[in-house]
T-cell receptor
């Protein structure tokens, strides 16, 4: 399984763009990269998933370089309600049962 | 949101007593998971299921057992609860009809368990 490394915490201000990078040097060919968001006292919520290049949805963008050894979650114009823990997971269909969450990145958005 | 419920939502029990937590889904997803979350440890996988009667251990399975007799229900049992099992327990599902959906998890609201 690909081990992931993220910053433990980040601070930002309302209206700024936030980029959270996840390192996954031993990512396998069939692995996908998935990001989740978790608010206090709630379960994690799926944000975005990608395999290569760029994926965008109504919430965020995910940038994956050609070597796929890292990925960056981009949150445009954050608000106070984006304060949460963000998790990066790397897994392929062959290890569905081993979806391991790391410590995540605690994002604090300030007014 | 995916149709996942957990029961009970809160429970206080005493050391040595058995406890069963229930996860119920209405999405017909193939995979179901139990995680625990503790301060400083993030989410840790306890057990998971890849089909009816098919289960396997996660990274922190000692002291826990699971059962899945129907697609929609996944039970987590603490045979003899200990204080170290005080935690928040989350159920998750994955594996809907779309290709690749097995890698996208949807989580329940969680169960807060306090073992005295």
């Amino acid at each position: 399984l690909a081990k992931t490394t993220q910053p433990i915490s980040m601070d930002s201000y309302e209206g700024q763009e936030v980029n959270i990078t996840c390192s996954h040097n031993n990512i396998a060919t069939n692995d996908y990269i998935t990001w989740y968001q978790q608010f206090p006292s709630q379960g994690p919520r799926f944000i975005i998933q990608g395999y290569k290049t760029k994926v965008t949805n109504e919430v965020a963008s995910l940038f994956i370089p050609a070597d796929r050894k890292s990925s960056t979650l981009s949150l445009p114009r954050v608000s106070l309600s984006d304060t949460a823990v963000y998790y990066c997971l790397v897994a392929g269909s062959g290890n569905t049962g081993k979806l391991i969450f790391g410590q995540g990145t605690t994002l604090q958005v300030k007014p | 949101d995916a149709g996942i419920t957990q029961s009970p939502r809160h429970k206080v029990t005493e050391t040595g007593t058995p406890v069963t937590l229930r996860c119920h889904q209405t999405e017909n997803h193939r995979y179901m998971y139990w995680y625990r979350q503790d301060p400083g440890h993030g989410l840790r996988l306890i057990h998971y299921s890849y089909g009816v009667k098919d289960t396997d251990k996660g990274e922190v399975s000692d002291g826990y057992s699971v059962s899945r007799s129907k697609t929609e229900d996944f039970l987590l049992t603490l045979e003899s609860a200990t204080s170290s099992q005080t935690s928040v327990y989350f159920c998750a599902i994955s594996g809907g009809p779309l290709q690749g959906s097995e890698l996208t998890q949807y989580f329940g609201p969680g169960t807060r368990l306090l073992v005295l």
